[in-house]
């Protein structure tokens, strides 16, 4: 079979624990793609340290704006990326670079879209929102990525269940491992509709 290639946007801030399980999942066998390269906006990405940890090859681009989306094209371009998945990116990514790569990037959001999404809608905010809300429910979907936040079409979700007594940490703790479930599952969904040469990277 063949294989693909990904390349993991991480943020200037996570830990980078949804790239790990990525990354896992592609030196596992668990995914038919391997990791082209680890792309942070910062050198100073706590997320850096474990992708070197884990033998995965890194790119950084600092720059902002225009110039940002045209290296970050660049790269893919050069690392011949087939999919880009997001974790712990937190902002938009610029229209060219959604538009240069239809049905190609994917997100995973800590709650059941679309419920608990949209700008500002992360992280810990996540499960405050969805503990006041009553809900009985949360869990973790990964979607396309478009021109506006958590609004791709979405490609997969898993449910967790709200529990009697339940913080916004404690439902925090038993969503991040489904989150790394889901998007594994979501990535060789992914390769199986899109991928395997049928919308391979130019």
Request: charged share 25%; proline share 6%; hydrophobic share 40%.
């Amino acid at each position: 079979m063949n294989t693909g290639r990904l390349a993991v946007l991480v943020g200037t801030k996570g830990r980078g624990s949804n790239m790990e399980a990525i990354v896992r999942g592609c030196l596992e066998g668990r995914l038919p793609m391997e990791v082209a390269c680890v792309i942070a906006p910062s050198r100073e990405a706590p997320a850096l340290e474990r992708a070197r940890s884990l033998n995965a090859p890194v790119r950084v681009i600092e720059s902002e704006g225009k110039q940002f989306a045209e290296e970050l094209l660049a790269v893919l371009k050069q690392e011949r990326v087939d999919l880009l998945c997001l974790a712990g990116y937190m902002r938009l990514l610029p229209p060219e670079v959604v538009r240069a790569m239809p049905n190609r990037i994917l997100n995973v959001h800590p709650a059941l879209l679309p419920k608990f999404g949209g700008k500002g809608m992360y992280g810990m905010k996540v499960h405050e929102a969805v503990i006041a809300s009553g809900d009985r429910e949360s869990g973790a979907t990964v979607h396309f990525v478009n021109e506006r936040y958590d609004e791709g079409s979405i490609l997969l979700q898993k449910r967790v269940p709200v529990e009697e007594g339940d913080t916004p940490e404690s439902l925090a703790a038993r969503v991040l491992p489904v989150e790394h479930e889901t998007y594994v599952e979501a990535i060789r969904l992914w390769w199986e509709r899109y991928g395997d040469g049928r919308n391979a990277s130019t």
